[in-house]
Structures are given as structure tokens and as C-alpha cells.
């Protein structure tokens, strides 16, 4: 089957089998493999990615059920060389060890963020209690969550004081 | 001589060298590693816990489109070494399947789809056995043999300290408890796996597998492929998880070697969690009969402690886990606890399960668990105070280095300030004033203790018997320093630490440090990581690799600078003369110069900066240790049991990084965490594993695991740096904390744990069955 997908901000068109899992379509066939795969029945979020911006675990949604959509991994999250606040914050507070959890675990504090900007930490434990890490106990990555939440919202603070202070300019 | 006066990284919270390409999604792991015309292996994996192999019919799965091969023990006798016990695993099943999971079959074919659909069509004929499941049966060879020419109780040991009978007799208190620990594993979040690649040009093999020791595996391949040891190269890439169950050697290996081999083409296999949960190391699985002997000061004067361990099928090579977890459980038995006398016995037995291999802290967490619970156990008969108890029976700091009756010995450590201090940290007196009205109010919170002691950094642990580590040293003309290690890393941060050492030793910026680890070509022999090693073993041989560099370096600015060796220091990337700052040359000068500008190095000096250091530390090994504390809420309606709050002190002597540290110690809360409440592979009473996925093994998410107080204390170790090995200690621990603290809690039903995990079920039977004791009453 023919799919058109954007990824990461770039149009992709592939020909897959209908049961190829978005997962798998993502690292073999477009070779991002940053997505991991931690289990086969959708209970560890490794797999986590946004499909038009929610968070979706990728082992579990067909690459076909992607068509038309829009998808973004943790190799998206960068900017221009630029790593995301979660990312920086995830380096900062030690909020991984092997790594192999961490794309899933940003993804999902992606979506978290983007839907709740300044999160408790219950609700940051709850809203990553389908991400399995083997590693950090949980610590850090929710600490990290917290100052990546303080950074985006100072950022977002900064960018409206600069609209502010051009919008001033510009009388 | 120069001496390092400010170590500028050493005990800094250094952010992780390696994080940038885990943060990117750029790492490597096994399974991203892509060669051209790669074959992928499936493999058929018994569905019996015990049955003879009457035929294997491939016919079918050979005639599926893209396969190349499908083998059976035929096609590739090769069995995994069989020492000490007599009982080797063929890497493919032979004549009779042993457990639920082992493989009998691996099918080779253009893709791992193909691969899985071929496997469907390969017909077993089994004739079914009876399945040795029970470990008391077992030892009476019931219901039969595991292996027919070995009885099932293939080790029995016993040590008794002198004047134990008299001890034990003489006593004015006994009591006595079964504990019971059922199966658990590791559970890497990257399933193991491995891709093999032949050279035909040179005849060499490359394997890339996610293992915590290259040269292991590479002895390993090579010895049982028949190959000499140079013509193996083993490169380990990331690896997402090790936790001792990649410690391990494992038949899939063998399989996948052999095959690229033979067929010529790279070849890989990539475990799912079904074949994780059935074919990974298992761990724990051991029944403690434990008689303890006390006075009326609740001064425990002798224990005795009888094990009943199940080891699986098979032993793993170098490690039959049964064996390593008895042995552990019962060496530290006595804990932080000053208990002259003890009496061991040590039964382990084969069993139609799955082998048992290490997973952190191995023995540990059932030695540390059965140590607290026997402090509890007497505080509770004497209705003392457990922190009192343990006040009583704690080793003092004047009794280092301390000779424990299993012929350990401990050197210093902070046994009773880290209690003290955790103690502190909860306000327990106000803790006990509270808990008193909550159960007034019908809420049942518990604190529980745990003082562990770890033995770390040992001679011989799960990753072999290799006592020291090396390091290879090159200062490259650009002054940047590549160090190569043969630890193997699987999220410690050994290219952050060993920097450290190193650029501290140097005087240079730890981004000036590149650390290379697991590929065989490039890493000295070493043992790899496992027993809490690399910090202490690892960290020591880069320091001594450091120290070895900075004197030719230190001879060379002294000869450049014209000053005295003993003047020259070594900062900031600079050398120069002590008070004399002015006086100097950089670090890259030194570097250029000895490689490029030899003219102007001393006498005698040879080009070049390039050193290699071996470090065996002095003991058998060093102790770390620590209070853990938790406090629990039981709800006795659903058995559902939250942790409020967790405290702990820590000691591994010299802290390198404390952020690592820290971190490694959350990580073993949680595994403890799941240990204690969540985590059991559980076979039926055919042997069938009924745990084989992440749905039915629980592991602790972000909700179960609760925010952590970690505290330090550095009582150094005489092994270089003072470091002492912590990777274990924290999931030796946690699992008696968190059961110290439910039976704390669920005391006024008389509820005292001594099986893990702990089932709410099980809570909430026990709770029935006092309140309706009570009613009867
Ligand atoms: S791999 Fe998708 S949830 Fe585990
Ligand atoms: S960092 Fe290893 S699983 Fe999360």
C-alpha cells in the first residue's frame, strides 16, 4: 500500500505491507531508529511518538493508519542544532542512564507539556505511567519534566516581552 | 612528583558525556545497525517444561519463501560448557526439552516476518514428562530427574562456626521463619540480542551484542566455535539495560555466530519480550528456613539458616544463579549485625524452569531482607523498639576491619551514623507518635528499615573471575586523551566517570577525554562490568593510567620548563612551575611536542604519550553500606500498598560523581520497589511460565516508585581513590525496607512478611483473617 507521511516536519511517501507497524516503518524503512521497541503488548512506551500531536504508542498503530498524518519522533525534537528544553532538561537532571527508554519518555513529555504547560508532579507521574524506565526510578525524568515546564514557560515569557518590547518599538 | 591538589571533577556532579547522542535518538543499539543482505533468526522455543523430542519435521518451514536455513541440534551440536555440574545446555534442544522457552529450532531467513512464519510450520512431536517444579520435591528427585544421570540436588554445602550448638542451646530466646522469594528478573528495556558478521577476506567474525563483558563473550564464541581468540571481535554497542542478566552467555549467541559463519552472510536475532521474560537469566527463587537464638536485650547470639535454592534447568556457564544467590545470601547474612554464631546449609536443586542467572544485587536482597526481618522478628517477641534492636546488635565503628562469621571482612564503613541519620531525616519519634493516631483513625502506615551492607568490587563476581581492570591511556598531538576500558557500561556512565579520574590526573577538561569501551579490538582484556566492579576496579586503573601519563608528562614540561619535577604542576590544561604560574607551557604543547617535535624531549625519553595501567584493588573486596528507610500505606481493603516516603543514606566511600550516584541508587529503589510488591514470574504446576509479558510481569511505572531523599557519607576504601562499588546496593535494600515497612504496618494483625512479592490478595487474606480471628475471639 502506498502512504504519504510527514515526519518531522518532511513529506514521506512508501509502499508498505498492511501490517507493517508504524514503529517498524519508522527505523527500517526512514531509519529513525532513536523510536525503540521495549515490549509487543504496548506496556512500555518506548515506542512513543506524536501522530498529529498526541502522543501514540508506534508498536501498536499501523504505518497505513499514518497516511495523510503527521508524525513526530525524537529526532524532530531538535531546532536548528538546538536541543528542545525536555531535552536539555533530561541532561541536566541525569533523567537517563541506558537511554533506551528516553525518545519514548521525551515524546511523551512532549505531549504532556503541550497539553498541560504547567504540570503537577502527580500529574507528570501519572501523565508518564505508561513509560516504563528501568533505570532512573522516576526521579529525575520527573524533575526533569518540571524544569523543562519552567523553561518553556520562562521562554514563552521571554518571546512575549520581545513581542512587547518590538510592538513598542514599532509605535 | 606533582601532586594533584584540587581535584577539579573528582566528587563533581559532571553532566553525562554520553547523554548528548541518548538525547538526539542518534545512539546505536544492537538492533540499529543495518548491513546489507542481513539474515534475521526466529527461533522455535519449547512449549513444554519437560517432554522427550520424538521428531522435528522442518518441511514445511524450510518450503516458506526466503528461508535459508532452519536447524535443529543436529545441525549445530554445540552444547554450552557443562562445569562444574555435568550439565551442559545444547544451544538447540537435544532428545528432551528442559523448560518452557528453550529453544529447539532456529529458522534463518531474509527477514525476521519470514523468519516467524517459517517457525509456525515446524512440527514438534513431544512425548510429555512429568515437570519438576517444586523445589522440596525436587530434592528428593520427585517427581523424577532432571537430568537422568544427575540427581536434581546437584550441590549441597554446609558452615558451621565453632561453638554454634552451644550458642544456639544455651540461649534464653528462639523463634523461627520460612522465607520464601519467588522468581524475578532483570527486564532490560532492550531485549537481548546480537548480529554476527564474517569476514571472508580475513576470516573474522565480528559480533555486535548488547553484554556487560566484550572479552567474556568474545572467550566464550571463540572457544565454542573453535576459533582462535583474535579472530572474534566483539563490539558492544549501547546496550539498553544490562542489571547482570547480560552477564550472561546464552545459546542464542551460538546460534547466530555459527550461522553467519557457515552461511556467510551477517546474521542477526533480536529477542522479543515473550522470549525475554522465558529465556533471560531468572533470579531469586530460594525458600530460607531461619532459626535465630537471642537474649533479653534482643541481642541475637546465633542463626541458622537452611536454603533450598532452584536453579532451572541448566546452570549458566560460570554463573548457575541458584548457587550465586545462596551463597551471597548466606556470606552476608549476619548484615551490619554483630552475630558471632550462624549455621548454613545450602541445598540447590535443577528444575524443569527456566536457568538462573544473576540479576542485581543477586543473593543480596534476600540475605539483606532476611537479616531485617530477623531484627523485627526478635524487636517484635521482646516488644522492643526495632531501632533499639538494632542499636543493640550493630557493628561499631571500633570493630573495623570486622570478621564476620562467614569469613568475610569488613573494612570501615558508617553503619550506625547512616541509621542514625536516616532516622533523623523522618523525625522517627514523631513518626511513632503519628503513627499511633493513624491507627486510631483506621490508617495503616509502616516504616521499615533496612542497614545493608554491599560487598562490592570483589575478585570474582557474575562478570568472571577476572580480580583487576586496565585502562589504555593515548594523549593524541591535539592533547585530547582517548582512554580505552574493558568495563562494560549498560547506562552507568563510565565515559563521564573514568573522564574524571583521568582528566582530573591530567589537568585537563573532562570534555578532553574520550572513553572507548567494548569493542575487543580496541579495549585492553579486561572483565567487564558486574559485582558493583567498574567504580572501584575500572575507576582505579584509570586513575593509575592518569598518574602514569601525568609523570611523563610532568617530566617533559620540568625538562621544557627547566624546573625541578616536584615543582611542576598540572591545571587547567596547563603545566607550570608551582608559584610560578607565569612559568608554563600547555598540555597540547606537551602533546605536539612529544610526538612531533622529538628533538626537544629529555634523554632517554621515548616519543609519544601513550601508557597502559592494570589495577587489582588490595582486599577481596570492599563494603559499601547504607540505611534505607521506608514508610508504606496499606490499604487492607484492596491490599494496595503506596510508598509515602523513602529515605536513603548511602556510603560507598569516595563519590565520583554524586549525580550518578544518586541516580543508580533511584533506579535500585525502583527495582526494589518492584521487587517487593509487583514483580514474579510465575509458573504453573506444569511448568508453564504464565508471566510472559509486561501485562502479567508488573513493573513499577512512575506512580508505584515515590520521590526519594538520598543522602551520603564517605568513609573511603583503602582501594585506589578510596571508591567503593554501589551499583547493587540500593536493590539490596529497598526489598527489606519496603517489606519491613508493610509488616510495620499490618502489625496489629499480627502480620509478619516473609514471602515477596508481597500480594495484595495476600494482604488482604491476612487481614481477613485476623479481623475474623478476632471476632472468634
Ligand atoms: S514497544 Fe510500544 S509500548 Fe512497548
Ligand atoms: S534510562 Fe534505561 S530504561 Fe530508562
Not at chain 1, 503537577?120 to 505508561?130: A, H, K, M, Q, Y
Not at chain 2, 582462535?228 to 566483539?234: I, L, M, S, Y
Not at chain 2, 570483589?458 to 562478570?463: D, K, Q, R, V
Not at chain 2, 565515559?495 to 591530567?506: C, G, R
Request: proline fraction near 6%; aromatic fraction near 6%.
Amino acid at each position: 500500500m502506498k502512504i504519504r507521511v510527514k515526519v518531522n516536519g518532511r513529506w514521506y511517501e512508501s509502499d508498505v505491507e498492511p501490517r507493517t507497524l508504524l514503529a517498524y516503518w519508522l527505523r527500517e524503512d526512514l531509519k529513525l531508529t532513536g523510536t525503540h521497541i521495549g515490549c509487543d503488548t504496548t506496556s512500555c512506551g518506548a515506542c512513543t511518538v506524536l501522530l498529529d500531536g498526541k502522543a501514540v504508542k508506534s508498536c501498536t498503530v499501523l504505518a497505513v493508519q499514518a497516511n495523510g498524518r503527521e508524525v513526530m519522533t525524537v529526532e524532530g525534537l531538535e531546532r536548528n542544532g538546538q536541543l528542545h528544553p525536555l531535552q536539555s532538561a533530561f541532561w541536566e537532571c541525569h533523567a537517563l542512564q541506558c537511554g533506551y527508554c528516553t525518545p519514548g519518555m521525551l515524546m511523551a513529555s512532549y505531549a504532556l507539556l503541550q497539553e498541560n504547560p504547567n504540570p503537577t508532579e502527580e500529574e507528570i507521574r501519572e501523565g508518564l505511567s505508561g513509560n516504563i524506565c528501568r533505570c532512573t526510578g522516576y526521579m529525575n525524568i520527573v524533575k526533569a519534566v518540571q524544569t523543562a515546564a519552567r523553561k518553556m514557560s520562562g521562554e514563552s515569557q521571554e518571546a512575549l516581552e520581545e513581542v512587547a518590547a518590538n510592538g513598542a518599538s514599532a509605535d | 612528583m606533582s601532586e594533584v591538589l584540587k581535584p577539579q571533577f573528582t566528587g563533581a556532579r559532571v553532566t553525562r558525556l554520553e547523554d548528548a547522542r541518548l538525547l538526539r535518538g542518534q545512539a546505536r543499539y544492537v538492533d540499529d545497525f543495518e548491513y546489507p543482505g542481513t539474515l534475521e533468526v526466529a527461533f522455535l522455543r519449547s512449549n513444554r517444561a519437560a517432554a522427550r523430542i520424538q521428531s522435528v519435521d522442518v518441511t514445511e518451514a524450510l518450503a516458506v519463501p526466503g528461508v535459508k536455513a532452519v536447524w535443529t541440534f543436529a545441525d549445530c551440536p554445540i552444547t554450552l560448557p557443562d562445569r562444574p555440574f555435568q550439565v551442559g545446555q545444547p544451544v538447540l534442544a537435544r532428545d528432551e526439552v528442559r523448560f518452557v522457552g528453550e529453544p529447539v529450532a532456529a529458522v534463518i531467513a531474509d527477514s525476521r516476518y519470514r523468519a516467524e512464519d517459517a517457525v509456525e510450520k515446524i512440527r514438534v512431536q513431544y512425548e510429555p514428562l512429568p515437570a519438576v517444579v517444586d523445589s522440596r520435591a525436587a530434592l528428593a528427585d520427585q517427581p523424577r530427574r532432571v537430568h537422568e544421570h544427575r540427581p536434581n540436588r546437584f550441590l549441597h554445602k554446609t558452615h558451621v562456626t565453632d561453638g554454634f550448638n552451644e550458642a544456639f542451646q544455651s540461649a534464653p530466646h528462639h523463634l523461627e521463619l520460612t522465607f520464601r522469594w519467588n522468581r524475578q528478573t532483570g527486564v532490560t528495556m532492550e531485549t537481548r540480542g546480537c548480529l554476527a558478521l564474517p569476514d571472508p577476506v580475513s576470516g573474522r567474525l565480528t559480533v555486535y551484542a548488547g553484554h556487560q563483558s566484550p572479552h567474556g563473550l568474545r572467550g566464550m564464541l571463540a572457544r565454542l566455535l573453535k576459533l582462535p581468540e583474535h579472530q572474534v571481535r566483539v563490539v558492544v554497542p549501547e546496550v539498553g539495560g544490562g542489571f547482570g542478566i547480560k552477564a550472561m552467555f546464552y545459546p542464542e549467541y551460538v546460534v547466530v555466530a555459527e550461522a553467519a559463519r557457515r552461511l556467510g552472510r551477517p546474521v542477526k536475532w533480536i529477542g522479543d519480550r515473550m522470549e525475554s521474560l522465558l529465556a533471560d537469566a531468572h533470579a531469586r527463587d530460594a525458600i530460607h528456613e531461619v532459626a535465630v537464638a537471642y537474649d533479653d536485650e534482643g541481642r541475637i547470639l546465633a542463626v541458622r539458616d537452611h536454603v533450598i535454592g532452584d536453579t532451572g534447568a541448566y546452570a549458566f556457564p560460570g554463573f548457575p544463579g541458584a548457587v550465586g544467590e545462596a551463597n551471597w545470601a548466606t556470606e552476608m547474612l549476619t548484615g551490619p549485625y554483630k552475630i558471632p554464631h550462624v549455621s548454613i546449609e545450602i541445598e540447590c536443586v535443577f528444575s524443569n524452569k527456566a536457568p538462573l542467572g544473576p540479576y542485581r544485587g543477586v543473593g543480596g536482597p534476600i540475605g539483606a531482607q532476611v537479616q531485617e526481618a530477623i531484627v523485627d522478628a526478635v524487636a517484635r517477641a521482646l516488644g522492643k523498639d526495632p531501632v533499639e534492636v538494632r542499636r543493640a546488635n550493630l557493628i561499631g565503628p571500633e570493630d573495623f576491619p570486622y570478621h564476620t562469621p562467614t569469613g568475610k571482612v569488613y573494612d570501615p564503613g558508617s553503619y550506625g551514623e547512616s541509621l542514625e541519620r536516616a532516622l533523623a531525616l523522618v523525625d522517627y519519634e514523631r513518626f511513632r507518635k503519628d503513627q499511633e493516631q493513624w491507627r486510631a483513625q483506621g490508617r495503616y502506615v509502616g516504616l521499615g528499615l533496612c542497614v545493608f551492607v554491599e560487598p562490592s568490587a570483589m575478585a570474582e563476581s557474575e562478570a568472571g573471575s577476572i580480580p583487576y581492570e586496565a585502562v589504555t591511556l593515548r594523549m593524541e598531538p591535539s592533547g585530547v586523551v582517548t582512554a580505552a576500558v574493558g568495563t562494560g557500561p549498560t547506562g552507568q556512565g563510565h565515559e563521564t566517570t573514568f573522564a574524571q579520574l583521568i582528566a582530573d590526573q591530567l589537568g585537563i577538561d573532562v570534555k578532553d577525554v574520550v572513553v572507548l569501551h567494548g569493542d575487543t579490538d580496541s579495549a585492553p582484556f579486561g572483565g567487564g562490568t558486574g559485582g558493583s566492579r567498574s567504580g572501584t576496579i575500572g575507576g582505579g586503573a584509570a586513575i593509575r593510567a592518569g598518574q602514569a601519563l601525568r609523570r611523563k608528562l610532568t617530566q617533559l614540561a620540568a625538562h621544557l620548563l627547566e624546573a625541578a619535577e616536584e615543582d611542576i604542576r598540572l591545571e587547567a590544561g596547563k603545566a607550570f612551575v608551582a608559584g610560578v604560574p607565569a612559568r608554563s607551557i600547555t598540555i597540547r604543547d606537551l602533546a605536539r611536542t612529544a610526538y612531533t617535535d622529538v628533538a626537544r624531549l629529555p634523554e632517554g625519553m621515548q616519543p609519544g604519550l601513550e601508557v597502559v595501567a592494570r589495577y587489582q584493588p588490595p582486599g577481596a573486596a570492599t563494603y559499601s553500606n547504607g540505611t534505607h528507610l521506608a514508610v508504606v500505606e496499606v490499604d487492607v481493603e484492596t491490599g494496595f500498598v503506596k510508598v509515602l516516603d523513602y529515605v536513603v543514606v548511602n556510603d560507598c566511600g569516595v563519590l565520583v560523581n554524586p549525580m550518578i550516584v544518586e541516580g543508580q541508587i533511584h533506579g535500585g529503589v525502583a527495582q526494589g520497589i518492584g521487587s517487593a510488591l509487583l514483580e514474579e514470574l510465575r509458573y504453573d504446576e506444569n511448568g508453564q511460565l504464565t508471566t510472559t509479558s509486561l501485562m502479567d510481569y508488573l513493573l513499577p511505572t512512575a506512580e508505584d516508585v515515590p520521590r526519594m531523599r538520598v543522602e551520603h557519607i564517605q568513609t573511603p576504601s583503602a582501594s585506589e581513590g578510596g571508591i567503593k562499588g554501589m551499583g547493587e546496593g540500593s536493590l539490596i535494600a529497598a526489598p527489606g525496607a519496603i517489606a519491613a515497612a508493610v509488616s510495620d504496618a499490618l502489625a496489629p494483625f499480627g502480620v509478619f512478611v516473609t514471602e515477596l512479592p508481597i500480594r495484595p490478595q495476600q494482604i488482604v487474606a491476612w487481614v481477613q483473617a485476623a479481623k475474623t480471628e478476632a471476632q472468634a475471639g
